[in-house]
T-cell receptor
């Protein structure tokens, strides 16, 4: 079964450092997403991406965040200057269509900012 | 008001029990509805979509009441392997498939 893959599975970084979280969505999917989940809290939408541009972003997704699809397979989330409160599980997801059809999630990257 | 609200939980039930989860959503523009399952520290996985006519998948039955903005999930004959957090999720067609999650209800099925 096709799957969304994320790397790394766990990243520890110092406050103020830049991190890049990587995702390989399912190959025939067209819509890509990043979500985050702070420990003990709900899953929160960060950003959606379609046709090489952001289609929607949440209030969380401020100027410290950016997304990119540098080639035909990877989809990345960059946090420019990490804060302690960025510590969370980050999930990448992809869908064939952007109409609320089934989203497939990667296994997540646990980001710990120290 | 939270856009998606679920029963607080946790639910602790014996094997074989029937358990029901409730969820309400506040945005009438919501047009797709789902139940996802999340195991501890893992990614959410789709359990089932929810349709206005109601739908069933084995031991799982989902119901949607658009007038009341209410979604439910019924698990019959619960198994130990059903222990997980159940997430109520909605999506809006005009928001590019963005999913809005409830905070989840934890279920623990005991022998």
């Amino acid at each position: 079964e096709p799957e969304v893959t994320q790397t790394p599975s766990h990243q520890v970084t110092q406050m103020g450092q830049e991190v890049i979280l990587r995702c390989v969505p399912i190959s025939n999917h067209l819509y890509f997403y990043w979500y985050r989940q702070i420990l003990g809290q709900k899953v929160e939408f960060l950003v959606s991406f379609y046709n090489n541009e952001i289609s929607e972003k949440s209030e969380i997704f401020d100027d410290q965040f950016s997304v990119e699809r540098p080639d035909g397979s990877n989809f990345t989330l960059k946090i420019r200057s990490t804060k302690l409160e960025d510590s969370a599980m980050y999930f990448c997801a992809s869908t064939i269509q952007g109409d609320g059809t089934e989203a497939f999630f990667g296994q997540g990257t646990r980001l710990t900012v120290v | 008001r939270k856009e998606v609200e679920q029963d607080p939980g946790p639910f602790n039930v014996p094997e074989g029990a029937t358990v029901a989860f409730n969820c309400t959503y506040s945005n009438s523009a919501s047009q797709s509805f789902f139940w996802y399952r999340q195991d501890c520290r893992k990614e959410p996985k789709l359990l089932m979509s929810v349709y206005s006519s109601g739908n069933e998948d084995g031991r799982f039955t989902a119901q949607l009441n658009r007038a009341s903005q209410y979604i439910s999930l019924l698990i019959r004959d619960s198994k130990l392997s059903d222990s997980a957090t159940y997430l109520c999720v909605v999506a809006h067609y005009n928001q590019g498939g963005k999913l809005i999650f409830g905070q989840g209800t934890e279920l623990s099925v005991k022998p």
